[in-house]
């Protein structure tokens, strides 16, 4: 049995709830930055982390888990190491325990997901499908209190009676977990039920471990001073706060919530620094807003198609375009002490790499984080795609009839590349799905205005996008 090494404290803490498309790196410094104490990850699926490489980001300063696609599907740095809770989705207790071996050394603590109710995590025994199945819980929790070196969690839904709820509970505690979390929902209900604060209440006074309350943003909490009546209300050691602090993470400041627009921009910022994808940035932005969309910020930031253009939107083009160029300071830098770097890498069979041509050139998101561009090799294979795009540009201008029913002016808009980012970029071409960029032999970009990546969001890594509780 190994023996926990760091002991990480639940009691009477303010928690970052796991959040799909909302828990990533930027939020969760940010909710740092304004007081909490502890921030979950947003789940993310075992398979798929099974799959990644544990990386350096030495342009970032962070430690990136890349699938073999270079996606990366969960960042994190050094700031936040003592305070994350990395929550997994499993169904599996030997798969469970290999990702938590695989993340342990960079984060606080281990967390498994046992209250999603959508049907992609539960058809895939994952989520709150794992309520129905005890002896599954029971291994899972068990395999990974024995076999980690950090603190293990779970978070859960209440069952359709009290009586089961706390025989399961009370199954739970005995596995050695450090702390469990409880919305306080049943599976089938969502966030415009009522919490049930009594059976939250029933579950603390029956447990000798912490209980974090969970669910209270769309009843109970407004205000900073609404976590404490919620805490008490509850009888729960920690209070745990999603949407509420989705639509202003200052909620868990003391002094009361800061302006909307400055803590936009303080996400914002952090978004740029650490290659947040603009797609996360606006989801995010406008979970923010809200009722504000049909303002004239909104509608610019709905128009947005790059982290340039959102930051323009915002008043922060002068801060993209100078953390821009010390990125790519920095990557030069690193570059000019590895010249090893610029020729074809013999295939690295480590658990662990140091890429650092890990950033393009502008701030980008892939989830976590952005492409890992460890993949220098990839460099060669500009010349066909640079002669074909050229072909495919011009034929398409001198077109006099629509194709597939789209103008060829509206063709043409859509060959724009969208980053021009070192050594690739993408046409944004219906029906060509990657395409290596459109530069010329000096590597500077054909088109007059440069844009920030763009690529997919963590979602179609396989992570769990569930609502927001």
């Known amino acids: 049995m190994i023996v926990n090494s760091l002991s990480l404290c639940y009691h009477n803490k303010l928690i970052l709830a796991p959040m799909v498309r909302v828990g990533t790196l930027p939020m969760r410094l940010l909710a740092l930055d304004y007081g909490a104490d502890i921030v979950y990850c947003e789940e993310l699926i075992d398979l798929k982390m099974l799959q990644c490489k544990r990386v350096v980001n030495e342009v970032l300063s962070t430690v990136d888990f890349v699938a073999p696609d270079d996606r990366v599907v969960f960042r994190t740095c050094e700031r936040e190491q003592s305070r994350v809770i990395f929550q997994m989705g499993t169904s599996d207790a030997e798969r469970a325990l290999a990702v938590a071996r695989l993340v342990e050394n960079d984060v606080a603590g281990i967390d498994v997901n046992m209250g999603c109710p959508k049907e992609y995590s539960t058809k895939g025994g994952m989520g709150a499908a794992l309520l129905s199945d005890p002896d599954k819980i029971e291994k899972i929790l068990s395999t990974l209190v024995k076999g980690t070196r950090r603190p293990v969690t779970c978070k859960i839904r209440i069952l359709p009676s009290l009586e089961d709820t706390l025989s399961l509970v009370k199954r739970i505690e005995r596995t050695g977990i450090a702390a469990i979390a409880v919305h306080g929902r049943k599976r089938e209900e ?3 039920h009522p919490v049930s604060c009594e059976a939250i209440k029933a579950i603390a006074e029956t447990l000798s471990i912490p209980v974090i309350a969970n669910g209270g943003s769309h009843d109970h909490i407004q205000e900073y001073l609404d976590i404490e009546d919620f805490r008490q209300a509850t009888a729960a050691s920690s209070v745990m706060v999603a949407r509420a602090a989705m639509w202003n993470p200052s909620i868990f400041l003391k002094e009361g919530l800061r302006p909307l627009e400055e803590v936009m921009k303080k996400y914002i910022r952090y978004a740029v620094q650490y290659d947040n994808h603009y797609t996360n940035t606006k989801y995010c932005l406008c979970q923010m807003l809200r009722e504000q969309l049909e303002s004239p910020q909104g509608k610019l930031l709905h128009a947005a198609q790059s982290s340039q253009e959102i930051c323009e939107a915002f008043g922060l083009g002068a801060f993209y375009e100078e953390t821009a160029r010390e990125l790519d300071t920095r990557r030069a830098e690193l570059l000019a002490r590895t010249p090893e770097a610029v020729e074809e890498p013999a295939e690295d069979t480590s658990e662990e790499h140091t890429h650092p041509r890990s950033l393009p050139r502008c ?3 892939s989830g976590a ?9 990839m ?14 540009s011009l034929l398409l201008s001198k077109s006099t009839s629509p194709l ?13 590349p969208s980053s021009v980012c070192g050594a690739r970029a993408f046409l944004r071409v219906d029906w060509v799905r990657r395409a290596p960029p459109c530069t010329s032999a000096s590597g500077r970009p054909l088109t007059k205005t440069p844009r920030a990546p763009e690529f997919r969001s963590q979602q179609c890594l396989g992570s769990c996008a569930r609502s927001h509780l």
């Open 190 to 192: 969502r966030p415009q």
């Open 404 to 416: 597939c029913g789209t103008s060829p002016r509206n063709w043409r808009s859509r060959l724009r």
């Open 363 to 365: 701030a980008c998101w």
């Open 369 to 377: 984080g952005g492409r890992s561009w460890h993949s220098l090799y």
């Open 379 to 392: 460099k060669r294979f500009n010349a066909p795609w640079i002669a074909f795009s050229v072909l495919l």
